[in-house]
């Protein structure tokens, strides 16, 4: 049986008093008032325009990107893993945007920088899943401190409108947990094009099936054309990447499996600069394909926001740090965004409808 505290008891007195000053203390913390420099949403937009954002109505990040529509169809096994609506069977309408990580929307194409692609897909139900994630294989940063100063890193100079090596150098000598991080990154190899790489959210989710059993999953979404290595820089063609994506839709559709690597006992579930264990089991949830390009500034999915917490019932954020700082941060880029005007998009709807690329032009 459970005794309450005796009147005037230390004991009775802590229960009266600890509730309000646990509340207080919460509400301090999430005003910021506890940690010594509190970083806003607006000092990442401000590292954002320091690292090469223009104030002319584009994403912060990603900023050169190319829009795409086509399908998703779930396989049996996803209906195991989770009970959304996207996995019941039905083929359903994918609405996705190419890009390149970057924040600069004038960027030309070339193997050096990273890729991404955003996706999202509906049910007639109501769900909605979206995802954004990148051709690398681990986040060189695990929280909101590690993230401030990645992008503080990658200020361009003024007047050189270049990085600084050193202190993307500092960033990494300073943060040893981002050592494999670091290497796995370096030891990428990026493929020839955007139609053949793989993408990854990094960043896990919890998947919860229809008798309540819960798994964590980081997702890929693996391209089904063969890879093929980049090689050299490119071509002159400042958008050589977009255009052969654009050029291949206008012969075929493209595919990409979706696949969930499911976490095991010890993976580090909250930490997306940490690798889960080779070994781990991998399910197909179902493939996406796509069937026609857009430019941006003719798509609905140019004003999209691909905010990685917008989920339907069924997949649900894991407790990495790194999700809910992305969704302010996406919000806050979306509101500044809307709010300017837009100047053209590199890839523009006249790329779109070209005629077929030339053998220059394929880097051939
Ligand atoms: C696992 C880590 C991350 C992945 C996989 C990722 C991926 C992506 C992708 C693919 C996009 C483009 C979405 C689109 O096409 O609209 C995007 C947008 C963006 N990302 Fe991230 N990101 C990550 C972490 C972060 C972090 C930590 C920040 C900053 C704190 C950040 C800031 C942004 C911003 C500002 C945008 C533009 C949002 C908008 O205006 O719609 N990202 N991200």
């Not at 007195?13 to 509190?38: D, E, K, N, R, Y």
């Not at 050096?112 to 681990?138: E, H, K, N």
Request: proline share 9%; with cysteine.
């Amino acid at each position: 049986m459970a005794h309450s505290p005796r009147k005037g008891s230390p004991a009775r007195w802590a229960a009266v008093i600890l509730p309000p000053l646990c509340l207080g203390g919460l509400m301090a913390w999430t005003a910021g008032m506890f940690s010594p420099a509190a970083i806003s949403p607006s000092h990442f937009m401000q590292r954002f325009h320091n690292a090469g954002a223009p104030d002319t109505g584009f994403r912060r990040a990603h900023a050169k990107g190319m829009c795409a529509t086509g399908w998703f169809d779930p396989s049996p096994e996803g209906r195991v893993l989770s009970r959304s609506g996207v996995f019941k069977g039905e083929h359903l309408p994918v609405m996705g945007r190419f890009s390149l990580a970057p924040p600069m929307p004038y960027l030309p194409d070339n193997p050096a920088v990273a890729r991404s692609l955003a996706l999202q897909i509906r049910s007639a139900t109501g769900d909605d899943w979206r995802m954004a994630l990148v051709d690398v294989p681990l986040q060189p940063m695990r929280d909101i401190a590690d993230a401030y100063a990645f992008f503080g890193a990658a200020r361009l100079d003024p007047t050189t409108h270049k990085t600084d090596p050193a202190a993307s150098q500092a960033y990494a000598a300073q943060r040893p947990w981002l050592k494999t991080a670091f290497e796995q990154v370096k030891a990428h190899k990026q493929s020839s094009d955007l139609t053949n790489d793989t993408y990854n959210s990094l960043d896990s989710f919890i998947l919860t099936n229809d008798a309540g059993k819960q798994v964590a999953v980081r997702w890929s979404v693996v391209a089904k054309e063969d890879f093929s290595p980049a090689e050299g820089s490119g071509t002159n063609d400042g958008n050589y990447l977009f255009k052969r994506l654009v050029q291949t839709l206008d012969q075929k559709p493209l595919s990409w499996d979706i696949v969930a690597t499911v976490a095991r006992e010890g993976d580090p579930v909250n930490d997306p600069s940490q690798p889960w264990n080779e070994a781990d089991q991998k399910v197909t949830v179902g493939t996406v394909t796509f069937t026609k390009a857009y430019s941006e500034d003719e798509s609905p999915c140019g004003p999209m926001v691909f905010d990685p917490t917008i989920l339907p019932d069924g997949i649900s954020v894991s407790g990495d740090p790194l999700l809910a700082l992305r969704s302010s941060i996406y919000m806050r880029s979306y509101a500044t965004r809307s709010a300017e005007h837009k100047t053209p998009s590199m890839v523009t709807p006249g790329d779109v409808a070209n005629p077929p690329l030339t053998s220059d032009e394929k880097g051939q």
